[in-house]
């Protein structure tokens, strides 16, 4: 694969720059080498590929190859044309104040769209900052749980351990609570209705 890359640049082909960058980055199918991949990819971003945005934010925000840097990682993200790539990264700095001011609410809209892109352990992190007292909002313990339950419902073992863990610590009303703010946010990702069967039972584990 790699070969049709080089021929691509000695054609000076752009985006090859980029695409090559990115296979050393990883290590696909080469030996990794931050340094060649940082050369490629500022070569395809100076000639206009928007595309090395994201590869490049990648590396500052890892600090491979580039010095770590969360302001430039943050940057280099932003003006990539697919940020929704980097949901991970970006919910990570806008939580923790990296690179940005501290915004919780920003975190939860990069983790709402990682959901949307079928990356489930997002429902444990929103659900952890409302359990953590991270978003200042009524009925936070509820929505928490709410989260939690989704995750759990979908597989993910760390929202599965929390939901069995608040099930001695919170009761049947919360929990009632928390199904309804579920099947909410259940609605505006557009997941599969199956879900609805597993909240509607849920809170028959929590005690009275």
């Given amino acids: 694969m790699r070969k049709w890359y080089v021929r691509a640049i000695e054609l000076n082909y752009m985006r090859a720059y980029a695409d090559l960058g990115q296979i050393y980055l990883s290590g696909r199918g080469v030996r990794r080498n931050y340094a060649k991949a940082s050369s490629l990819l500022q070569t395809a971003l100076e000639a206009g590929v928007l595309g090395a945005h994201g590869p490049i934010g990648e590396m500052y925000f890892r600090g491979n190859g580039r010095p770590r840097s969360y302001a430039k990682a943050l940057e280099h993200f932003l003006l990539d044309p697919a940020p929704n790539i980097y949901t991970t990264e ?119």
């Fill in 90 to 208: 970006l919910a990570y700095m806008y939580r923790h104040g990296l690179g940005i001011g501290r915004d919780p609410e920003g975190a939860i809209k990069w983790y709402r769209t990682a959901l949307i892109k079928g990356r489930n352990y997002a429902t444990y992190e929103i659900g952890t900052m409302y359990w953590n007292g991270e978003v200042a909002e009524p009925d936070s313990r509820a929505k928490a749980l709410a989260w939690f339950l989704l995750g759990a419902g979908y597989g993910g073992s760390k929202s599965a351990r929390m939901v069995e863990r608040l099930k001695s610590e919170l009761n049947r009303v919360l929990a009632r609570k928390a199904v309804v703010h579920a099947k909410t946010i259940s609605g505006e990702i557009i997941w599969d209705m199956a879900i609805f069967g597993y909240l509607n039972k849920a809170p028959g584990g929590f005690s009275e």
